[in-house]
């Protein structure tokens, strides 16, 4: 089935429709101060960090279709970055910044002069993190506490009628709370308990936000979500990895038993959750986002599934003759591979009014179709990154 992203903006006034419901039979901690379907109504100035990587691309896209606001995209441009999928756009400007330099980060903020800050910029690759753990500590802690202080100053000297609105969306990992058993569900409360170098830096960029708010009442909300996926992920994680495998007839690796259970989230999904979060969120609130299976259930999967089921796809829609499902090759696992994640997502839905929209199968057929539409894209950003899908991660050295 293919289907497209256009309308999603109308999807989005139902959504907040429906929020707008719900919050209003709740007791309220806050007014709410839009009343219009229009997205972002009076916030005229969106500061988005990492918008030339994955999510951060489809935030800036949404916003850019969806509201009226100007987007300062606060991006280093690293491996992973890329705009091709922004292009040119009147509203959307870059400001090229590496956010462990504190000077020019605090000087991006105060240029981009923002209503609301969505924070995603970080090094994202659990296997990097194993390769090399100090880019994460000094981009997703450092960065983070630069930001930080770069946003409360901007804060504290707003006139009041902008203070009052001004937010900071941190977004985050449900990695943060380690690795569940058979059961059970990660949700806002669940403990934190990190297990890698990407997990533990996000980890403390999270605790990080929380202390800025409780010690300088910076007006914050917080998400955790599960693993995305979907169009123009750089091709080194497993969906994208498993696509190009598959397609070159090369060995598709599935790291130690194939056992490892995920929750799958369609990456428009996150956005509009993000975009939920960050305008009708409670201040000093977190929200878990997961993603959806079929007919209603949980999108959790082991990886074994997801690798059988994207070549599946690859059979219907470029049958070489063979299954593809011939070329799954166990490998050794990943050091400290999390055993089991998944979410509990009640929160934002009862709250927010938010639910995924795309179930796992709708979406990985949908990305399945957008790879092969975009193999030169693939090329192109895998040569400029110097990566030709290698193995990563296996060393527990920097
Ligand atoms: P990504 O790697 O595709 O993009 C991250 C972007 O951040 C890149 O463009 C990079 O250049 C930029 N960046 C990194 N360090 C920076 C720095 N020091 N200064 C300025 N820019 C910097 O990542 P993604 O998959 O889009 O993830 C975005 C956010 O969502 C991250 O915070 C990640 O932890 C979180 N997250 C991702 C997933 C997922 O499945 N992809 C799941 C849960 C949470």
Redesign the pocket.
């Known amino acids: 089935m293919r289907f497209s992203h256009a309308g999603l903006c109308t999807g989005l006034s139902g959504l907040l429709a429906t929020a707008r419901a719900l919050r209003s039979s709740q007791p309220r901690k806050q007014a709410l101060a839009v009343t219009s379907p229009l997205l972002l109504e009076g916030t005229e100035r969106v500061l988005v960090?990492?918008?030339?990587?994955?999510?951060?691309?489809a935030l800036v896209r949404r916003l850019l279709r969806c509201s009226e606001a100007q987007v300062f995209n606060?991006?280093?441009?690293?491996?992973?970055?890329d705009l091709t999928s922004i292009g040119e756009h009147p509203r959307h400007q870059l400001l090229r910044?590496?956010?462990?330099e504190a000077e020019a980060t605090a000087a991006a903020v105060r240029q981009a002069d923002p209503d609301l800050v969505m924070?995603?910029?970080?090094?994202?690759?659990v296997d990097r993190s194993i390769d090399g753990p100090a880019a994460f500590i000094?981009?997703?802690v450092g960065?983070t506490f630069n930001l930080l202080q770069a946003v409360r100053a901007h804060w504290e000297l707003l006139p009041p009628e902008r203070r009052e609105r001004f937010r900071f969306h941190h977004?985050?990992?449900?990695?943060v709370f380690g690795s569940l058993g058979l059961t059970g569900r990660f949700s806002e409360t669940t403990p934190y308990d990190p297990r890698s170098p990407?997990s533990a830096s996000?980890a403390a960029s999270d605790h990080l936000v929380s202390a800025w708010h409780h010690t300088y009442g910076l007006p914050v909300v917080l998400t955790?979500?599960?693993?995305?996926?979907g169009p123009w992920?750089?091709p080194e994680?497993l969906i994208p990895v498993v696509i190009l495998k598959a397609l070159a007839g090369e060995p598709i690796p599935l790291y130690g038993d194939g056992a490892n259970v995920r929750d799958w989230?369609y990456v428009e999904d996150h956005v509009e959750a993000l975009l939920l979060a960050a305008t009708r969120g409670t201040i000093g609130s977190s929200y878990c986002v997961g993603g959806a299976g079929d007919h209603g259930s949980p999108s959790e999967r082991t990886n074994r599934d997801v690798v059988e089921t994207i070549c599946a796809l690859m059979d219907q829609l470029q049958p070489q003759g063979a299954p593809h499902a011939r070329l799954i090759t166990r490998v050794s696992d990943r050091p400290g591979h999390d055993r089991r994640y998944a979410i509990d997502a009640g929160k934002i839905t009862a709250e927010l009014g938010w639910t995924p929209r795309h179930s796992l199968q709708q979406g990985l057929e949908a990305t399945v179709r957008w790879y092969l539409d975009h193999l030169d894209w693939c090329k192109q950003v895998r040569q400029r990154a110097g990566y030709s899908g290698e193995r990563i991660g296996v060393t527990s050295t920097a």
């Open positions: 960090t990492g918008g030339a990587g994955f999510i951060g691309g606060l991006d280093k441009l690293g491996y992973a970055s910044v590496d956010l462990t924070h995603l910029a970080a090094e994202s690759h000094e981009s997703n960065g977004i985050s990992t449900d990695e990407y996000k955790n979500c599960s693993n995305n996926y992920q750089f994680k989230l």
